[in-house]
């Protein structure tokens, strides 16, 4: 059974799994509000799904459409937008944002005020710390032939992304690779690489202790 705080709100159509809770203020199953200028797709959403024993904390905000493994933690005042996919055991920080059509791997955890950018790929056991921003727009809103090279990052099992880093449009951060805190990310990161420095550049391998395997 749920458990759902007197002053949160949960959509019709809901599927609350096992032990989930909703806490103080939280919205559960809310649809989208859509400029026109918007990228997102408009097609109807189905409602959202909570895995069991997840949390959604206070203030915290999931779209329609979206679903939501076992065991995650959404954090006080974060936010996830519709078309979302989490895996199971995902913890995300305080004010996080997750925008829409986003995969998070199960076991990733995503770190306070962190931006994960629209149509990202986040795979299992990543790590984002706080801060971090990711963006997938390299014509920043101008030209009609954005709408087609829309593409936010892939980060790959295991990789880590230091504090206030910004990966840029369509970057790909290797599997195990560790981006140093401050970088800015211009290109694809290769496996067990650790980049730092704006632009972001190789300095050595990943310690071969520090590696998930």
Known sequence: MAEIHETAIVYPG?????GVKVLEHAVV????????????KREPLPPAELGAGTIVSTGAVVFAGTKVGER???????CVRERVTIGDDVVLGRGTLI?????????????ADAYITAYSTLEDNVFIAP???????????????????????TIRRGARIGGGAVLCPGVEIGEEAFVGAGAVVTKDVEPRMLVVGNPARVVREVAAEELLD
């Open 14 to 18: 809901t599927v609350l799994g096992e």
């Open 29 to 40: 199953g809310k649809q989208p509000t859509l400029s026109p200028r918007s990228t997102a």
């Open 72 to 78: 995650v933690i959404v954090g006080d005042q974060a």
């Open 99 to 111: 925008e829409n059509d986003t995969t998070i791997g199960a076991l990733t955890k995503i770190q």
């Open 131 to 153: 801060c971090v921003v990711t963006t997938n727009d390299n014509f920043m809103g101008r030209t009609e032939r954005r709408h087609e090279l829309i593409a936010g990052p």
